[in-house]
């Protein structure tokens, strides 16, 4: 019985969710970036503003050195009525001579909802500085909490025991994590990465399970050009599947039935 399993939310299980673009340049001057959008009307509903940067921590003679180095991009956070963060809508470059905008949520309501949240964001920052894309990537963490301290959690009620990604030593441990990657090409060809982390421990009676899938362009693509016939988010649509076809197949029809999986 699954009476002590609680999702992390009250209708689900989500925890967090990343929508990814990967563009492939960095900006050479984020902060420029960062001055021309954080006052245009599109962002009236992230109240917190604010620039990246990378920090260099040194240890030496046991003496600590914390290092500002250069602007590496922006963050814009919104919140709840509690007062907790909601939405990051986030640019940064990384070290690839690259760079990445996402969109985080913390408060996750359903698909519809976070899809047009996305699509907002992006036209927005698009308006002002249209960029190009090499590929995409949706993330999401699922966590469940056995709230009784003085039982076991009982892994093969939560998890399908005849899933094809679990085996029998991740189902009998007391505590375990299982990490599965593929890559492959998709219906329409593009190549795809897929990675799924499912783990469970006891001593903090905490199931979480991870799952990206990521997809290449063929060509690399202006945004403006890609966001012409139909809303860009609708390219994470099989990703968001994938995520549903991953928990399907893992998770008990009783564990579906608690979040309401569909």
């Known amino acids: 019985m699954l009476e002590f399993l609680k999702p992390i939310s009250e209708n689900h299980s989500i925890s967090r969710a990343v929508a990814s673009v990967f563009i492939p340049q960095a900006f050479l001057k984020p902060q420029d970036i960062f001055e021309k959008t954080k006052d245009f009307e599109g962002f009236k509903g992230y109240p917190k503003k604010g620039l990246l940067k990378a920090t260099t921590i040194n240890i030496n003679n046991n003496n600590l050195g914390i290092t500002n180095e250069q602007i590496k991009g922006f963050i814009f956070e919104s919140y709840d009525e509690k007062g907790s963060i909601k939405n990051i809508f986030k640019l940064e470059n990384n070290k690839d001579n690259q760079s990445i905008l996402s969109l985080e949520n913390r408060k996750y309501k359903d698909w ?68 599965l990657v593929s890559q492959g090409n998709d219906e329409k060809g593009l190549p795809y990465e897929e990675k799924t982390e499912i783990s469970f421990n006891n001593d903090i009676k905490r199931i979480i399970i991870d799952h990206q899938y990521a997809q290449k362009f063929v060509d690399i693509k202006l945004f403006s050009n890609l966001n012409k016939d139909k809303n860009f988010s609708s390219l994470y649509d099989l990703a968001h599947l994938e995520n549903k076809k991953i928990l399907k197949d893992i998770l008990t029809i009783n564990c579906q039935n608690l979040i309401k999986l569909k």
């Open 112 to 179: 519809d909802t976070f899809k047009n949240q996305f699509d907002s964001d992006l036209n927005s920052f698009s308006s002002m500085n249209d960029f190009y894309t090499e590929a995409i990537s949706l993330s999401y963490r699922d966590e469940f909490i056995w709230t009784d301290r003085n039982t076991t959690i009982p892994i093969d009620e939560i998890f399908n025991i005849d899933s094809e990604l679990l085996n029998k030593k991740f189902i009998s441990s007391k505590n375990g994590t299982l990490v």
